[in-house]
């Protein structure tokens, strides 16, 4: 029996997506054709981790400004008695430097919705200079070689047919190529693809309109046949840097020869209750998700009741420490000193929530986990702002064999660089976004380097295997969407769908974002502890609908039925055997 949720029920004041419920496997992504594709796989014979492989393929096709193979992921996986992260990141041309962006002088870009200094040209945000070298095939190949069970053609197959025989945009599609249509009429080869005779592909019921891809049909056969190599040392690696050199870019051959993928065996894994979290380590947003959840265990969220005003007060409070330990802290590991231990120790997470009095400071301080570290630093830079990037997507999978599987797949921002390579229809990421472009900083660009971003794909496991796989899309929003995600299944022991649903906050601005349905007697006593409120009705549409990360979610229960949950304002949806 499975059910899938793309019934929409409408109460008094709310709009929800049914539950889906199955007894074998769930698959839930941000597209009905994506999810599709993850359960023909395992209609087939293929597991969780062929299952999520299939859908990231698939979202390329039907969500291209989201998430391409031209971008980067992170696979958080639980397979058998093995259990990890293969991280696909994006890092720098060896040929960039520091200076490589000619600054204007604006402290910000503004409008756009990226909060480091401004770039002349926004060299920085999109065009050829904006791409750093796209991970996530290596990450899906060395995936699939460690856990996959049917044969990688098998698992590319459902993309290619969407690619060559075409599909029909969702209404979310046309939303989002409607909000990026500068970037449509201002790159040739994008607008080519994705805007064919001019105009965007709407159709109608008696003759609806396909979105055809041949050129990236072709580019993912070559890589079901060749692999990993194919990509990056083949014939896919001589098309793209010969357009990115031939428009002024910098990524060469070499970049993409000597990429590798990582593999962390358990990943970055913290306690929560009664289960252990797993997220990814390294430059990525997993451990301020720790650390907020760290935070957060000190308090009893059950006793203080969902969403009260102590309650709230305590998460907003965590949530803003952890920030701050994030912008003064984080960025590449490899070129930079980072105190993992004393950031993660209970003793400092001690001390940390001993902060939490009942009026918030005027300014959330960083703090010092040196001292549990027992050492001072190697190295020291002068902090880094992070900003927001919306061109993310995300699969959840959990198969008939408790194999679960979180994968965050991006491209950046919407449309990523805005490029597409001739003869290989992929639209490229636009990494060096996340990078502050003022040289010497924390984050700041150099030759190679790694850039902080914002995912934060999880596992929950408890004594009897994968309890809950949880992902969000949203930037900045994803891991203050993660933890209460969380937290509402393992505190308040909500299903999927009601946890999605449920009124969230985010914190990651400088104003707390709460949505209109919060109780308004809430609202009020917390600003009156001095919380900065927002309340996030249509009047403040820049992030469009997902004002606070866009969810989906598996749970798992006691007695083995699968849950799946997707966010409501999205075409995101859940579906199962």
């Given at each position: 029996m499975h059910q899938s949720n793309n019934i929409l029920t409408r109460s008094v004041s709310t709009l929800s997506k049914s539950e889906a419920v199955a007894s074998e496997a769930m698959v839930v992504t941000k597209h009905p054709l994506a999810t599709e594709a993850g359960l023909e796989v395992l209609r087939a014979g293929g597991n969780a981790m062929d299952a999520a492989i299939a859908c990231c393929f698939a979202t390329g096709v039907v969500e291209p400004n989201s998430a391409t193979i031209g971008g980067g992921g992170y696979i958080v996986y639980q397979m058998g008695d093995s259990g990890g992260v293969i991280g696909g990141h994006m890092p720098a041309s060896m040929q960039c430097a520091p200076d490589m962006f000619k600054l204007t002088g604006k402290e910000s870009t503004g409008s756009i919705g990226f909060g480091w200094?401004?770039?002349?040209?926004?060299?920085?945000?999109?065009?050829?200079?904006?791409?750093?070298?796209?991970?996530?095939?290596?990450?899906?190949?060395?995936?699939h070689k460690l856990f996959g069970r049917m044969p990688f053609t098998d698992v590319v197959a459902p993309a290619i047919k969407l690619a060559k025989e075409g599909f029909s945009p969702h209404w979310h599609n046309l939303y989002a190529f409607g909000l990026l249509a500068d970037m449509l009429f201002k790159y040739e080869e994008l607008g080519r693809i994705f805007m064919p005779n001019g105009a965007m592909?709407?159709?109608?019921?008696?003759?609806?309109?396909?979105?055809?891809?041949?050129?990236?049909?072709?580019?993912?056969?070559?890589?079901?046949?060749?692999?990993?190599?194919g990509f990056y040392e083949g014939d896919i690696a001589?098309?793209?840097?010969?357009?990115?050199?031939?428009?002024?870019?910098?990524?060469?051959?070499?970049?993409?020869?000597?990429?590798?993928?990582?593999?962390?065996?358990?990943?970055?894994?913290?306690?929560?209750?009664?289960?252990?979290?797993?997220?990814?380590?390294?430059?990525?947003?997993?451990?301020?998700?720790?650390?907020t959840l760290r935070l957060m265990d000190q308090f009893d969220f059950s006793s203080a009741g969902h969403n009260s005003e102590y309650a709230l007060h305590t998460y907003i409070s965590a949530a803003r420490l952890?920030?701050?330990?994030?912008?003064?802290?984080?960025?590449?590991?490899?070129?930079?000193?980072?105190?993992?231990?004393?950031?993660?120790?209970?003793?400092?997470?001690?001390?940390?929530?001993?902060?939490?009095?009942?009026?918030?400071p005027k300014n959330w301080n960083p703090g010092d986990p040196w001292v549990e570290e027992g050492r001072e630093?190697?190295?020291?830079?002068?902090?880094?702002?992070?900003?927001?990037?919306?061109?993310?997507?995300?699969?959840?999978?959990?198969?008939?064999?408790?194999?679960?599987?979180?994968?965050?797949?991006?491209?950046?921002?919407?449309?990523?660089?805005?490029?597409?390579?001739?003869?290989?229809?992929?639209?490229?990421?636009?990494?060096?976004?996340?990078?502050?472009?003022?040289?010497?900083?924390?984050?700041?660009?150099?030759?190679?380097?790694?850039?902080?971003?914002?995912?934060?794909?999880?596992?929950?496991l408890n004594s009897r295997g994968v309890l809950m796989s949880v992902g969000v899309t949203g930037g900045r929003r994803i891991t203050n969407a993660v933890t209460q995600l969380i937290s509402n299944v393992i505190d308040?022991?909500?299903?999927?769908?009601?946890?999605?649903?449920?009124?969230?906050?985010?914190?990651?601005?400088?104003?707390?974002?709460?949505?209109?349905?919060?109780?308004?007697?809430?609202?009020?006593?917390?600003?009156?502890?001095?919380h900065k409120l927002r309340v996030m009705g249509p009047e403040y549409p820049v992030t469009g609908f997902a004002n606070f990360g866009s969810p989906i979610a598996i749970v798992k229960s006691g007695s083995g039925q699968l849950y799946g949950g997707a966010d409501i304002f999205h075409s995101a949806h859940a579906e199962g055997i």
């Open positions: 200094a401004e770039v002349e040209g926004n060299a920085n945000l999109e065009g050829y200079l904006s791409i750093n070298i796209p991970g996530v095939v290596s990450a899906m190949c060395e995936s592909p709407i159709g109608d019921k008696t003759y609806p309109a396909l979105l055809k891809q041949p050129d990236l049909a072709q580019t993912m056969e070559y890589i079901a046949t060749e692999g990993s190599k001589a098309l793209i840097v010969k357009d990115i050199k031939k428009n002024g870019g910098v990524i060469s051959r070499e970049d993409f020869a000597t990429y590798k993928s990582f593999i962390w065996d358990k990943g970055l894994e913290v306690p929560y209750r009664d289960t252990i979290v797993r997220v990814p380590p390294h430059a990525t947003a997993g451990i301020t998700s720790a650390m952890a920030y701050a330990d994030r912008y003064e802290y984080l960025g590449d590991p490899e070129t930079i000193d980072i105190p993992w231990k004393g950031l993660l120790s209970e003793e400092y997470s001690q001390r940390r929530f001993k902060e939490i009095k009942e009026l918030v630093p190697l190295t020291k830079f002068a902090a880094s702002t992070p900003i927001l990037d919306d061109g993310t997507t995300h699969i959840c999978v959990i198969d008939k064999d408790s194999n679960g599987v979180s994968f965050t797949n991006t491209v950046g921002s919407g449309f990523g660089s805005g490029v597409v390579p001739k003869g290989t229809g992929i639209v490229m990421n636009n990494g060096m976004s996340w990078f502050d472009p003022i040289p010497g900083r924390i984050n700041s660009i150099l030759p190679g380097r790694w850039p902080l971003n914002n995912a934060s794909p999880a596992l929950v308040f022991e909500m299903g999927p769908q009601t946890a999605i649903d449920s009124p969230r906050v985010d914190c990651s601005s400088p104003f707390t974002s709460v949505p209109p349905e919060l109780d308004e007697n809430v609202r009020r006593e917390l600003e009156k502890r001095g």
